[in-house]
C-alpha cells in the first residue's frame, strides 16, 4: 500500500516548541498560568536542545482563579446580542467560543489539574490523521479510506487507566459519549467515542477530530471546538496542502493565542522532502511560528492500516515526553495562559458589542418615541388652531348659538338680587348634539394621528439595520425567545432574564402594526369622554355663582363647560376665527364670567388634563413596538460594565 492510501512519518523533525520544558508539577491547590521558556532556535533540521535550566513559574491560587471565571461566566452567557447590526454574528460566534473555552477548557483544567494532557490531532481533509492515530495506539481505533470526510465522530484515544477522567461530562460537559468496544465503532455525528488501549501512553489522551477544511460545516464547527477543549494541538496537514488558506488560519489562530502546538507534514515525496521542508520552514518563519515542533511524513508503505514504527517514533516519543512533569506543566502553562491572555482583549470588544446593542435599541425606541412625540403635538396643535371648529362641529356651534338656546342658558335675577336654590335646567338638545360632535371629532383626530404615527414607526424601522430584521423575523412568524437556541447550544439551563420576559400577543404582519389598535375608538370614546367631564368639574370648582355677576345672571355649569370647550378649541388662534363671530361668542362670554387672568389658567388645566389623557393613549399604543423590541432581547445597561470588571478581576486573580 502506498502513501496514497495512508502515510508515514519519518525521522526528520523541526525543531520542538517552546513548550517543551517547564518547572515541577504544582502543588495542590495552584495551578500555573503565566510563564513560559524563551525559545531556542536551532539551525534548519536540527534539534532543539533541552535547556540546561528551567525558570520558575509563578503560581496562583487556583480556587480564586476558578471563582474568577465563573464571575466572568455569568455576564457572558446574560448578555443577548439579537439585534442585527454589522459584524453583529462575528461577535455572536465569539460570545460561543468564550463561554466554550470557559466550560471546556479553563474550568475543567482547573478542578482536574491531574487529568491526562489531552493533545488534539487536527488538521486538513486526507492529511492521514486517522492513520497516525491507529499507529500510535497500536491497533485501529479511527477510521481510514478514500472516502472524505472519513471521521464524522471524533475519537479520543486514552490508556485505559485515563479513561475515567473522559468517561464524565468535565471534559466538553456538552457533548454526549460512547465507549468504543472491539474495533472502530464511529457514532453519529457529534458523538465522542472513547477508545481505550494500552498501546496509548498513560498520561496523555489523542483527539482525532473532523477535518478543519470539511465540506460538512458541522465537521468544522467540531474540530474548533476540541482545539478550544485541548492542552496541546497537533496539527497535521499535507504536502499537496499545506499552503492552503485554512491552514494557515488556524496556524495564526495557535499563535495568536500562544497554544502550545506541533506540526505534521504529511504526504512528502522523498525526493522533494528537503525543498518541501524548507519552503515549509520559510512560511513557519514568516507566520511567526519558527520555533514549532515540526515533523516530517513522506510517504511509505503501511501495513494493516499502520505505519511503520520507525515512521511514527518520533511523534510518540513525543507523546511521552509531554508527560513527564516538567514538560506536562509547561504545555498547560503555556496553553493556559495563552487562552486567558485573549481574553484581554476580547472580553472588552465583547462589551463593545453590548454597546452597540443598546445604542440599537435606544435608536430603535427612539424612532417609536419621535413618532408618537409628533402624533401627540399634532394634535395639540389641531385642538389649539381652531381647525377643529369646522364640518360638524361649526354646524352643531352654530345650531347651538343662532337658535337662541345659549341665551336660554342665561337666567337674569328679579330685583338684581341674588336667587335662592337655582332650579335644574334641562339641557337643550342641541347642546347635547354639540358635545358628542366634539367628542366624535376629538375621536377621530386621535386615530387619524395615532395611525400616522405607526405607519412612520414601521417606516423608519424598515430603514434601520435591526429594525428591517425585526419586522422581517415578525411577518415570518419568528419572533421567539431568541437566548434560549444560545443556552440550548451552551448546554445552559437557565437565563433568568430571558424566561421571565413575558410574550405579547403580537402583531399578524407589518401592515396591522403600520396602524392603530383595533380598540384605540373605545379607549379614545371612554378617554375623551372622561375629559369632557373634567372640564365640567373645573367649571364648577371655578364657582361662578359667586363673582358679582351672578348678581345679575345664573349660567349652567354643564353648558358652561361646553362653551369653555368651544373657546379652548379656538384658543392660540388669537383673532383669527374660522367663521366671524365663531370664537369671539365664547371667548367674551368666558372673560365676562371668568375674567381674563382665570380663564387663561381655567384653559390651560384643561389642556393639560386632555394633553396627559391623550399622551397615556399613545403610550398605550407604542407599547407593542417595545414589546417587539424586548421580545428580540436587548442587553441590560450593566452588562458591559460588568464584563469589564469581570475581565479585570480575572486578570488580577491571575
Not at 342665561?410 to 347635547?432: C, D, E, I, K
Not at 405607526?454 to 430584521?469: F, I, Y
Not at 419586522?471 to 421567539?480: C, Q, V, Y
Request: aromatic share 4%; charged share 25%.
Amino acid at each position: 500500500m502506498t502513501e496514497s492510501e495512508g502515510q508515514g512519518v519519518t525521522a526528520a523533525s523541526a525543531p520542538p516548541g517552546s513548550a517543551e520544558a517547564g518547572p515541577a508539577a504544582p502543588a495542590s491547590g495552584a495551578n500555573p498560568v503565566k510563564g513560559q521558556d524563551s525559545p531556542v532556535t536551532p539551525g534548519p533540521g536540527e534539534m532543539r536542545p533541552e535547556p540546561e535550566e528551567i525558570e520558575p513559574h509563578v503560581r496562583v491560587d487556583g480556587r480564586k482563579l476558578e471563582s474568577a471565571l465563573l464571575a466572568l461566566r455569568h455576564p457572558i452567557v446574560e448578555v443577548t446580542l439579537d439585534l442585527e447590526a454589522p459584524g453583529v454574528d462575528e461577535a455572536r460566534a465569539e460570545r460561543r467560543k468564550l463561554l466554550s473555552q470557559i466550560d471546556d477548557y479553563l474550568l475543567p483544567r482547573l478542578r482536574q489539574s491531574g487529568a491526562p494532557v489531552l493533545v488534539a490531532l487536527v488538521g486538513s481533509t486526507g492529511a492521514g490523521k486517522s492513520t497516525l492515530v491507529n499507529s500510535l495506539v497500536g491497533t485501529q481505533v479511527s477510521n481510514t479510506g478514500t472516502r472524505r470526510p472519513t471521521t464524522n465522530s471524533p475519537v479520543l484515544a486514552c490508556h485505559p487507566n485515563d479513561a475515567r477522567w473522559f468517561a464524565e461530562n468535565v471534559f466538553l460537559p456538552t457533548l454526549p459519549r460512547v465507549r468504543q468496544q472491539g474495533l472502530a465503532m464511529p457514532g453519529r455525528d457529534g458523538l465522542l467515542v472513547l477508545a481505550e488501549n494500552e498501546g496509548m501512553p498513560e498520561g496523555v489522551a489523542l483527539l482525532d477530530t473532523p477535518d478543519i477544511d470539511s465540506v460538512i460545516q458541522a465537521h468544522r464547527e467540531f474540530a474548533h471546538q476540541f482545539l478550544d477543549a485541548s492542552d496541546l494541538w497537533l496539527f497535521m496537514t499535507s504536502a499537496s496542502r499545506y499552503a492552503d488558506a485554512a491552514v494557515w488560519e488556524l496556524l495564526q489562530q495557535a499563535r495568536d493565542r500562544d497554544a502550545a502546538l506541533a506540526i505534521v507534514l504529511s504526504r512528502v515525496a522523498p525526493g522533494s522532502a528537503r525543498q518541501l521542508s524548507m519552503h515549509f520552514d520559510a512560511m513557519l518563519q514568516a507566520n511567526g511560528l519558527a520555533d514549532v515542533r515540526r515533523f516530517v511524513i513522506v510517504e511509505t508503505t503501511i501495513t494493516d492500516g499502520q505505519l511503520p514504527p520507525s515512521v511514527y517514533g518520533p511523534v510518540r516519543q513525543w507523546l511521552e515526553d509531554t508527560v513527564r512533569d516538567e514538560r506536562r506543566v509547561a504545555v498547560l502553562t503555556q496553553t493556559m495562559s495563552g487562552v486567558l491572555d485573549t481574553f484581554r482583549t476580547r472580553v472588552p470588544a465583547l462589551a463593545a458589542e453590548v454597546e452597540t446593542q443598546l445604542t440599537l435599541r435606544s435608536e430603535l425606541e427612539s424612532e417609536v418615541t419621535s413618532a408618537y412625540s409628533a402624533a401627540l403635538a399634532e394634535f395639540d396643535e389641531a385642538t389649539r388652531n381652531g381647525s377643529l371648529l369646522r364640518g360638524e362641529i361649526l354646524a352643531r356651534w352654530q345650531d347651538f348659538t343662532g337658535t337662541g338656546d345659549l341665551l336660554k342658558m342665561l337666567q337674569v335675577r328679579r330685583g338684581g338680587r341674588p336667587a335662592g336654590r337655582q332650579r335644574r335646567r334641562r339641557r337643550p338638545a342641541r347642546a347635547t348634539a354639540l358635545k358628542a360632535a366634539i367628542r366624535d371629532e376629538l375621536e377621530t383626530l386621535v386615530t387619524a394621528v395615532a395611525d400616522r404615527a405607526a405607519e412612520d414607526t414601521v417606516g423608519k424601522w424598515q430603514q434601520h439595520p435591526a429594525g428591517a430584521a425585526l419586522l422581517s423575523n415578525m411577518a415570518a412568524g419568528n419572533l421567539s425567545e431568541p437566548d434560549n437556541e444560545f443556552a440550548m447550544a451552551a448546554g445552559l439551563d437557565f437565563i433568568p432574564s430571558v424566561k421571565t420576559r413575558p410574550v405579547p400577543d403580537r402583531p399578524k404582519g407589518i401592515a396591522d402594526l403600520a396602524r392603530s389598535l383595533p380598540d384605540l375608538a373605545t379607549r379614545s370614546a371612554r378617554t375623551i369622554s372622561a375629559w369632557q367631564d373634567h372640564v365640567m368639574h373645573l367649571v364648577q370648582a371655578e364657582n361662578v355663582t359667586k363673582r358679582s355677576v351672578a348678581r345679575v345672571v345664573s349660567f349652567d355649569d354643564e353648558s358652561l363647560a361646553l362653551v369653555l370647550t368651544i373657546g379652548m378649541l379656538g384658543y392660540g388662534a388669537g383673532d383669527v376665527t374660522v367663521t366671524e363671530g365663531t370664537s369671539a361668542v365664547p371667548q367674551q362670554l368666558l372673560t365676562t364670567l371668568f375674567g381674563a387672568g382665570p380663564l387663561r389658567d381655567l384653559g390651560a388645566r384643561a389642556r393639560l388634563d386632555l394633553h396627559g389623557k391623550i399622551s397615556l393613549l399613545f403610550d398605550e399604543e407604542r407599547q407593542r413596538f417595545a414589546e417587539i423590541i424586548d421580545l428580540a432581547g436587548a442587553p441590560d445597561e450593566t452588562s458591559a460594565p460588568q464584563l469589564r470588571e469581570a475581565a479585570i478581576a480575572l486578570e488580577a486573580a491571575r
